[in-house]
C-alpha cells in the first residue's frame, strides 16, 4: 500500500508548502499530494483552500492575489524553518524541488468553487516542461476538469475524487476515462467497495488516513494508496 503525504508532510510542517513537500521525501513517502489554484495573474500556485484565511496572514480569495502578493503572506502555522520554505509555493517551485527525487506526485486541481479559466493548459505546459508525465496523477472533484484535460492531451493517470456515498459508480467512471478513484475513509464503510473497484479496473487512494488503525484497515482491505498528514521514516510507522 502506497503513502501519499497529504499537502506534504502536513503533521510537521505547514500543509502545501516546500517545507512540507521536503519533510515528506524526506521520510520516504511514495508519493505527495497537493492543490493547486490559479493567482489573479494567472500562475499555478500551491495551496488548498480557495480563501487565505485559514492559513495564512492575509483575507481573501486566492484569485483576488498576485502571485506576488500571495508570497508575501506568512504562514500562520509557527514556520520550522526558513519563512521563505513556508510561504505559498507557486506549482513550479514544488514540481522542481519533487522532480530529482523519486516520488509520484498527485496534484488535485482546486476547480470546483472557482472555474480557473486555462487552469488544466498551464498545469499539462509545467509537467511537460519538467518531463514528469509519468510520475504525475491529476485529480479533481471537478469532473469536467478530467474531461477537459484528456482533451487538451493528457494521457497520463486521471483520478476522480469524490465525498459521497456513490452506488456502483464504475459504468460513469469508465465513461470519465480515469485510472483510479480517491473517495474518503467513509466510503469503505461500503462492504466490498475495494473489490469491485479492483474488478472494475480503478485504483482506490483513500484520504484522509492519520490513525494506526485506519491505515491498518486500510491494508487489510486492499486499498491501493492512503493519503495522509501523517509520514514517518521507515517502514512500521
Given at each position: 500500500?502506497?503513502i501519499?503525504?497529504?499537502?506534504?508532510a502536513?503533521a510537521?510542517q505547514?500543509?502545501?508548502?516546500?517545507?512540507?513537500?521536503a519533510a515528506?521525501?524526506?521520510?520516504?513517502a511514495?508519493g505527495?499530494?497537493?492543490?493547486?489554484?490559479?493567482?489573479?495573474?494567472?500562475?499555478?500556485v500551491?495551496i488548498?483552500?480557495?480563501?487565505?484565511?485559514?492559513?495564512?496572514?492575509?483575507?481573501?480569495?486566492?484569485?483576488?492575489?498576485s502571485c506576488?502578493?500571495?508570497q508575501?503572506?506568512?504562514?500562520?502555522?509557527?514556520?520550522?524553518?526558513?519563512?521563505?520554505?513556508?510561504?505559498?509555493?507557486?506549482?513550479?517551485?514544488?514540481?522542481?524541488?519533487i522532480?530529482?527525487?523519486?516520488q509520484?506526485?498527485?496534484?488535485?486541481?482546486?476547480?470546483?468553487?472557482?472555474?480557473?479559466?486555462?487552469?488544466?493548459?498551464?498545469?499539462l505546459a509545467?509537467?511537460?516542461?519538467r518531463?514528469?508525465?509519468?510520475?504525475?496523477?491529476?485529480?479533481s472533484?471537478n469532473?469536467?476538469?478530467?474531461?477537459?484535460?484528456?482533451?487538451?492531451?493528457?494521457t497520463?493517470e486521471?483520478?476522480?475524487v469524490?465525498?459521497?456515498?456513490?452506488?456502483?459508480?464504475?459504468?460513469?467512471?469508465?465513461?470519465?476515462?480515469?485510472?483510479?478513484v480517491?473517495?474518503?475513509?467513509?466510503?469503505?464503510m461500503?462492504?466490498?467497495?475495494?473489490?469491485?473497484?479492483?474488478?472494475?479496473?480503478f485504483?482506490?487512494?483513500v484520504?484522509?488516513?492519520?490513525?494506526?488503525?485506519?491505515?491498518?484497515?486500510?491494508?487489510?482491505?486492499?486499498v491501493?494508496?492512503?493519503?495522509?498528514?501523517v509520514?514517518k521514516?521507515?517502514?512500521?510507522?
Open positions: 500500500m502506497e501519499w503525504a497529504h499537502r506534504g502536513s510537521r505547514p500543509e502545501n508548502t516546500i517545507a512540507a513537500f515528506a521525501m524526506d521520510a520516504g511514495d505527495v499530494e497537493l492543490d493547486v489554484q490559479l493567482t489573479s495573474d494567472g500562475v499555478p500551491v488548498h483552500d480557495e480563501k487565505v484565511d485559514r492559513t495564512h496572514d492575509g483575507t481573501g480569495w486566492v484569485s483576488s492575489f506576488a502578493q500571495l508575501k503572506l506568512r504562514s500562520l502555522v509557527k514556520p520550522k524553518g526558513d519563512p521563505a520554505i513556508t510561504r505559498i509555493p507557486t506549482l513550479a517551485e514544488v514540481l522542481d524541488l522532480a530529482p527525487g523519486r509520484q506526485i498527485n496534484i488535485e486541481l482546486k476547480n470546483s468553487v472557482k472555474p480557473y479559466k486555462g487552469l488544466e493548459t498551464k498545469v509545467l509537467i511537460g516542461e518531463k514528469l508525465a509519468d510520475r504525475v496523477v491529476l485529480s472533484f469532473h469536467y476538469s478530467l474531461q477537459r484535460l484528456r482533451e487538451r492531451g493528457w497520463g486521471l483520478a476522480a469524490h465525498d459521497g456515498m456513490l452506488r456502483e459508480p464504475w459504468r460513469y467512471f469508465r465513461e470519465l476515462d480515469v485510472q483510479a480517491h473517495p474518503p475513509r467513509h466510503v469503505l461500503v462492504p466490498g467497495f475495494v473489490t469491485r473497484a479492483h474488478r472494475a479496473g485504483k482506490v487512494r484520504w484522509t488516513v492519520n490513525k494506526s488503525a485506519q491505515r491498518q484497515r486500510c491494508a487489510r482491505l486492499g491501493d494508496g492512503i493519503f495522509t498528514d509520514v521514516p521507515g517502514p512500521n510507522w
